[in-house]
């Protein structure tokens, strides 16, 4: 767990341009396969008529937005100036109460339309199917006659296929009319079944049908051509049925369907009414007054509710089951007639609900993929499980905007998937990275420097303050030379020599560690210590004369231990010299060393070489920053191979009188 919460936290630091380009190339390719798994599933969900796992979560997803806006629908709406044109005149309970059972006498019909025309409505679409006579013929005759010569109606239909598949039409007032004026009607006609998604709920509902006897618009699109005045053979598809050609506006479809944008229209409802509703998940979306009450109104005040309006006459009863026409839409249960008046609202207003084509999706998921990619290289994983958390959320925050404020309706799975998958690959790959540059670090200092200081190498490795190439940095070298070590080995065999270097190398390793100095290397009898590679400290200096006080001090304990043994004694000389120097990792393919290189590193070597047993050598530049610190005496000029000018040479006798330059060994 604690691996996992690393890699998707990340650490910062620098990195070389192979590791970006490979990081690069992991994002890029991450993309590239989740875009070819989009493109197969949509292949393989239309080859199989069978639902897109991906296009289905999405659209749970958005189905929200529409929930969303229903909640916080206001005035300030963009579909709020479409309130006015639309009113839904309802069969409900009140109207069956007052004007008897359904199903009416085709008279009480004859009555509405006329009532509607006193009225000056714009357009009259009844969502009322009359597909079979009524056992009053003189009615049925007269509301026959009432349909043809009301121009501004339009009446419902049904469509069907039979088993051959050949689209069918079961058109009203069959029986009565004869050929010529079911030609006339035939104008006006709008189909209102409608099949939902494979979930059970609608979210699209065709637009236009191409039958035997030529196209035939949906209800809502055929009220709305004739409110907007729009001549019947100008509305079109185009593009295999993914453009619909309305007004001036090239509208989206899918497959002749139009996305339906509920809640297009709203008005406040007396709270009774919104009782009545909410109490069977039923909400009105737009102005909606009862048959029975239309009929009573007087003229002025029948002017005022549907004048120059679109009409729309549906079945909204609750206490009638087999009239109960209800669908299962995002926001709820919704009677039918809302439906159709959402759909023409989207129409008289041109706002369709419009998405982005596979194309650009593709090409969303790519930008999100690419971003997270480019972002986790040029900032190195800092902080960037929170960044793919804020672009997951800005992303989901956007969509619903702009389907809020534009009906434009972004997918959100799929660029969220562009977002979290390159994340995770290239996180990986970084925190992998990362991995092995810490076992570097361990492999270079892990047995030379204190856990403490390997810790706060790592540290600025991550914050990018540490190269391993090469840099010149000002740095302390101390050389320590084991004296007469060659006469001294001739006198033991090889098993104790081997003791003998171990033993004296670890009490020596011990006191450098402890300085947080690092050891360079073991050269046979002596040993390389640089203070503070690869981090220079002020102090530099001052820590490594007193290292050198304490090793020849350590040695001394050395020595009496073992003459105590009868064993020869052990002295070393020490080498001391301070200036800038190269550092760096430097080696061949077999072995490489960290280690520093340079003139002053050459002078080093010079001073512990010509440094006596017990003596502590040190140059001019590291006798400036220590000679308040401690007692020195010079020494003859040493004139180093390969440098004109000669070395100034200090002994170190001890410290000055200093409680803080008390020594610490054990």
């Given amino acids: 767990m604690e691996r996992m919460i690393r890699m998707l936290l990340g650490r910062g630091g620098r990195l070389s341009l192979a590791q970006r380009r490979n990081a690069c190339l992991i994002g890029l390719a991450t993309t590239l396969l989740l875009l070819g798994i989009v493109y197969w599933s949509r292949l393989r969900s239309e080859a199989h008529h069978s639902v897109d796992p991906l296009s289905y979560l999405d659209t749970a997803l958005t189905d929200g937005f529409m929930v969303y806006r229903n909640r916080h629908f206001e005035q300030d709406s963009p579909y709020a100036d479409s309130a006015d044109k639309v009113i839904v005149v309802a ?21 509405l339309l006329e009532r509607l025309e006193a009225g000056r409505a714009r357009t ?14 003189e009615q049925d005759r007269e509301l026959g006659a009432k349909v043809l010569a009301t121009p501004n109606l339009f009446l419902g239909v049904i469509h069907f296929r039979n088993p051959k598949g050949q689209l069918c039409i079961r058109r009203p007032f069959e029986w009565l009319l004869d050929p010529s004026g079911r030609e006339r009607l035939w104008a006006r006609l709008g189909f209102v079944g409608v099949d939902p ?83 069977a998940d039923l909400r009105p979306y737009c102005d909606t007054i009862g048959v029975a009450e239309l009929m009573e109104l007087d003229d002025e005040t029948l002017q005022a509710a549907v004048g120059n309006r679109l009409v729309l006459i549906g079945f909204t009863a609750l206490g009638v089951y087999e009239y109960h026409d209800v669908k299962a839409t995002p926001l709820g249960t919704i009677q039918g007639v809302y439906i159709h008046a959402d759909l023409a609202a989207s129409f008289l207003q041109g706002k369709f609900i419009h998405r982005l084509t596979f194309g ?41 905007w702009l389907f809020d404020q534009g009906s434009l309706l972004v997918p959100v799975v799929t660029p969220w998937l562009g977002i979290i998958l390159p994340f995770l690959t290239v996180s ?53 030379d084991i004296r007469g070590f060659t006469t001294l080995s001739e006198k033991l065999d090889a098993p104790s020599v081997v003791a003998m270097l ?3 190398f670890r009490r020596m390793s011990r006191i450098a560690v402890r300085a947080d100095a690092y050891i360079d290397k073991f050269i046979g009898d002596c040993m390389m210590v640089v203070f503070s590679a ?30 105590a043994r009868g064993e020869p004694p052990l002295m070393i000389g020490i080498g001391i010299n301070t200036g800038v120097m190269v550092l760096g990792n430097i080696g061949g393919e077999a072995k490489r060393d960290y280690t520093v290189i340079g003139d002053q590193v050459n002078v080093a070597a010079r001073l512990y070489q010509k440094a006596q047993s017990g003596q502590v050598l040190i140059g001019r530049a590291t006798f400036e920053e220590v000679e308040q610190l401690v007692d020195c005496r010079p020494l003859s000029p040493l004139q180093a191979r390969g440098r004109q000018e000669a070395v100034e040479v200090y002994e170190v006798i001890g410290l000055k009188d200093r409680p803080d330059w008390e020594s610490t060994s054990p």
């Fill in 91 to 111: 069969v409900d309970d009140e109207s069956l109460r007052r004007l008897g059972s359904w199903p009416w006498p085709r008279e009480t019909f004859v009555r």
């Fill in 124 to 137: 009259i679409a009844m969502d009322i199917l009359f597909l079979e006579p009524s056992q009053e013929s």
């Fill in 197 to 279: 998604d494979k979930d059970g709920v609608l979210r699209n509902m065709p637009v236009l049908l191409d039958t035997p006897q030529g196209p035939l618009p949906s209800l809502a699109l055929a009220a709305a051509a004739h409110y907007l005045g729009i001549p019947s053979q100008s509305v079109r598809l185009e593009d295999e049925g993914r453009t619909l050609i309305f007004r001036k506006s090239r509208l989206p479809v899918e497959q002749g369907a139009a996305p339906i944008n509920y809640g297009a229209v709203k008005l406040d409802r007396p709270p009774e009414v919104e009782e009545q509703l909410a109490y």
């Fill in 360 to 400: 650009q999706s593709q090409a969303l998921v790519a930008s999100m993929g690419l971003m997270v990619t480019l972002v986790l290289v040029l900032f190195r994983q800092t902080g960037g499980g929170l960044l793919a958390g804020i672009l997951v959320g800005a992303h989901y925050l956007t969509a619903l």
């Fill in 428 to 480: 990986w790959y970084l925190h992998h990275v990362q991995e092995l540059e810490e076992e570097e670090i361990r492999s270079l200092f892990g047995g030379y420097l204190s856990p403490k200081v390997v810790e706060s190498l790592l540290a600025l490795k991550h914050s990018g303050q540490m190269e391993l190439e090469g840099r010149k940095l000002k740095l302390t070298v101390l050389y320590a």
């Fill in 502 to 504: 171990n033993d004296y």
């Fill in 534 to 563: 690869p981090i220079a400290k002020p102090d530099d200096a001052q820590r490594a004369v007193k290292v050198a006080l304490e090793m020849q001090q350590e040695v001394s304990r050395i020595s009496a231990e073992r003459s």
